[in-house]
Structures are given as C-alpha cells and as structure tokens.
C-alpha cells in the first residue's frame, strides 16, 4: 500500500509551510463569472421585445454580462444611444431589488424584485376613444 497516493494529502494538507490549492476555486475567487440572465428571464424580456417591434417601437437589442451585473439594451436604430436598459445586479437583490428598468436620461422607470413586476411597466394602459 506505501505505492499508493496519499490523496488527503494532495487535496488540502500542508507541508513545511507550504499549502496546495485547488487551481479552479483560486481562478473562480480571483476572477469570478459574469452575472448572466437566466433562461426564464430572457424569455420574459424577449416576450416584450417581442410586442415591441411588432408595433414597431424597437427594432435592435444588445446584452452585456459584466462582472456586477447583466444588461438588456432595446434601440429604434443600431447606431444610437439605448432607448431602455434592463438591468440585473445581484448585489441590490435583498435591498431595492435585482431589475431595473432605465431609460436613455438614465432615470429609473421602475426597480423589483421580481422580473414580471418590472416588466409591467412597458405595458400599455387602455385608453378610452369617444
């Protein structure tokens, strides 16, 4: 048996001051992921996107995963400033909420917890015609 691995030591044992680590959790802790949308929550956002250019109000998009957060950019036209950013940030999740919505001045239409709840904000109100 003494031709075998000691493989408690090989994991996280030191030796004369000297401690082994495992590459990929140095690697994930020293650059982690990028925040991303999950697959539900690009559907919804796509759902709108959607209606919107069928109604011809957006015709271009662009999603951004960064390290802090991700961002759904909607255009009328490629070549300018973003007409809203729907945003995710992880870090205001227990705070004001994950989802933001923002327009091109960079107010903020509306923050939540819930994606669905945020994305209401695009639906139009019924107006009455005499």
């Keep these: 048996m003494a031709d075998q691995p000691d493989l408690q030591y090989a994991t996280s044992q030191t030796r004369e001051g000297s ?7 140095y690697k994930r802790a020293k650059d982690p992921l990028p925040v991303t949308f999950h697959r539900r929550e690009l559907d919804a956002i796509l759902r709108v996107y959607g ?33 809203f950013r729907i945003e995710k940030n992880p ?5 004001q909420g994950a989802y933001t919505v923002i327009n091109t001045d960079g107010r903020i239409l509306k923050r939540g917890h ?17």
């Excluded at 069928?54 to 995963?65: C, K, L, Q, V």
């Excluded at 870090?91 to 705070?95: E, G, Q, V």
């Design 19 to 25: 401690t082994v680590v495992d590459l990929r959790e």
């Design 51 to 83: 209606r919107m250019v069928g109604e011809g109000e957006w015709r271009d998009y662009a999603i951004d995963h960064m390290k802090e957060k991700a961002v759904f950019s909607v255009f009328k036209r490629s070549g300018e400033m973003p007409l």
């Design 91 to 95: 870090k205001l999740a227990a705070k």
């Design 114 to 130: 819930e994606l669905p709840q945020v994305l209401k904000v695009f639906d139009k109100a019924l107006k009455l015609i005499d």
